[in-house]
């Protein structure tokens, strides 16, 4: 079945450096979405790329889609204290039994001040 | 709008019993989806409903199953319990309608707990 394999498993950075997930599906996707999870929280949806080599930004944040619509990452800049928690990415399959959301097991980032 | 709500919102039980876990999504959205998320497995996907129908079912035994009422509401029921089931299960809501965007707007979670 499909698969999501997300990277790193966690990160702690200095306040100010920049971070980068990456996330890697076994098939084609139809859309990948982002989520992110403060701690004790529950996700909350960020961004869908759709297109082949699609690239959105929101404000410091920058996701990218890939060509082959297989990968995807999200880019922080400069890292903020209220950046610290764990980031999801999810990928739509192409359909049938692919069809459903699939999560990678998310990137943990810590921030120190 | 009103968010996603789910009941209860903390459980415990013992191994062999059952559960039922309740979902409440946003008006207006038909397709429910849960989850269960563990700190080593990450968020599983269990099935999602959509007007009353399982669209989709993930990996997870048959001691797992769900249902979608006629006003979108979902429950989820877990029998014979066991150690391994302890997690957050969270629902999710979605329009469900293809060409939108497809947002998952997450609830608070269930804790369950399983002694």
């Known amino acids: 079945g499909q698969q999501v394999m997300q990277i790193p498993q966690y990160q702690h950075v200095q306040e100010g450096e920049d971070f980068t997930t990456y996330c890697n599906s076994s098939?084609?996707?139809?859309?990948i979405q982002w989520y992110k999870q403060r701690p004790g929280g529950h996700p909350v949806f960020l961004i869908q790329?759709?297109?082949?080599?699609e690239v959105k930004k929101q404000k410091r944040l920058t996701f990218q889609f890939g060509e082959a619509k297989k990968n995807s990452s999200l880019h922080i800049t400069a890292t903020q204290t209220t950046d610290v928690g764990t980031y999801f990415c999810a990928g739509r399959g192409s359909g049938g039994s692919n069809y459903k959301l699939t999560f990678g097991k998310g990137t943990l980032l810590t921030v120190n001040p | 709008k009103a968010g996603v709500t789910q009941t209860p919102r903390y459980l415990i039980k013992t191994r062999g019993q059952q559960v039922t876990l309740s979902c409440s999504p946003i008006s207006g959205h038909r397709s429910v989806s849960w989850y269960q998320q563990t700190p080593g497995q990450g968020l599983q996907f269990l099935f999602e409903y959509f007007s009353e129908t399982q669209r989709n079912k993930g990996n997870f035994p048959g001691r797992f199953s769900g249902r979608q009422f006629s006003n979108s509401r979902s429950e989820m029921n877990v029998s014979t319990l066991e150690l391994g089931d302890s997690a957050l299960y969270l629902c999710?809501?979605?329009?469900?309608?293809?060409?939108?965007?497809?947002?998952?707007?997450f609830g608070p979670g269930t804790r369950l707990t399983v002694l």
């Open positions: 790329l759709v297109k082949s080599g």
């Open positions: 098939t084609t996707l139809s859309n």
């Open positions: 999710a809501s979605s329009s469900g309608t293809s060409g939108e965007v497809d947002t998952q707007y």
